[in-house]
């Protein structure tokens, strides 16, 4: 399962070090985040927000998809904006195993 798969709050983004570690980072509450209108996005089901994270370290901006039943996001980068639609199914499948007892992370 896709570790970017949390709760209700996430890094700032990506930072990791030269081994790979994620370098910790400031807290985000996703509910927050400027929402984004799902009105021109088809494959945003209702019962998913579309919030805006622009980080402060000047990386580029990221459309975080969130449940927020189930407190859980994706984040995905603007630039895959026209085809959301991977994105909604797989975090409908990690909100759906989350149903089922399995942890974003698999566990």
């Given at each position: ?37 799902r009105a ?68």
């Open positions: 399962m896709d570790k970017r798969l949390l709760h209700a709050t996430t890094t700032a983004t990506g930072l990791f070090d030269a081994a790979g570690v994620p370098i910790p980072g400031p807290r985000i509450d996703i509910r927050a985040l400027p929402e984004i209108d021109d996005f088809p494959a945003v089901p209702t019962d998913m927000e579309m919030r805006l994270l622009t980080p402060a370290n000047g990386a580029d901006p990221m459309i975080v998809l969130f449940c927020p039943r189930a407190e859980l996001h994706l984040e995905v980068p603007v630039t895959e904006m026209s085809n959301l639609f991977p994105h909604v199914a797989k975090l409908r499948f990690a909100v759906e195993r989350q149903a089922m007892g399995v942890s974003p992370d698999g566990n």
